[in-house]
């Protein structure tokens, strides 16, 4: 190979491993400056990332009674035959039902008229 070439490739990884070292080192001292610039910590108050046992079992009950309420009211409004895609008779169907059951009923015309 030529000198040439080999100087090339050298000087370009050099500047290529010089340009990441840089990022990194950049990287580094505006995760120390904004760490020096951030909220201060009291070590003497608890920290709140994990709850204490009583919290948790509070949240833990107000989300069964969510998700039990939640479940109660879908179970009133589902349709006796249970589709999805059906209306209960106190509401109107939506647009997009109407468009779904258009296309639903076009589909099958196409497909009767095709069979061989």
Do not use: D
Request: aromatic residues 6%; positive net charge.
């Amino acid at each position: 190979m030529n000198t040439l070439t080999i100087w090339i490739t050298v000087v370009g990884m050099g500047l290529t491993f010089a340009a990441i070292g840089l990022l990194i080192a950049a990287m580094v001292a505006l995760t120390r400056g904004a760490a020096e610039r951030g909220p201060k910590r009291r070590s003497s108050e608890p920290s709140s990332a994990i709850p204490a046992q009583e919290e948790t079992e509070a949240l833990e009950a107000a989300a069964a009674a969510a998700v039990a309420v939640a479940m109660a009211l879908a179970a009133r409004r589902a349709h006796p035959i249970h589709a999805w895609h059906a209306a209960s008779p106190a509401e109107s169907v939506s647009p997009w039902q109407a468009y779904n059951r258009s296309q639903q009923l076009e589909q099958q015309k196409t497909h009767q008229t095709l069979r061989w």
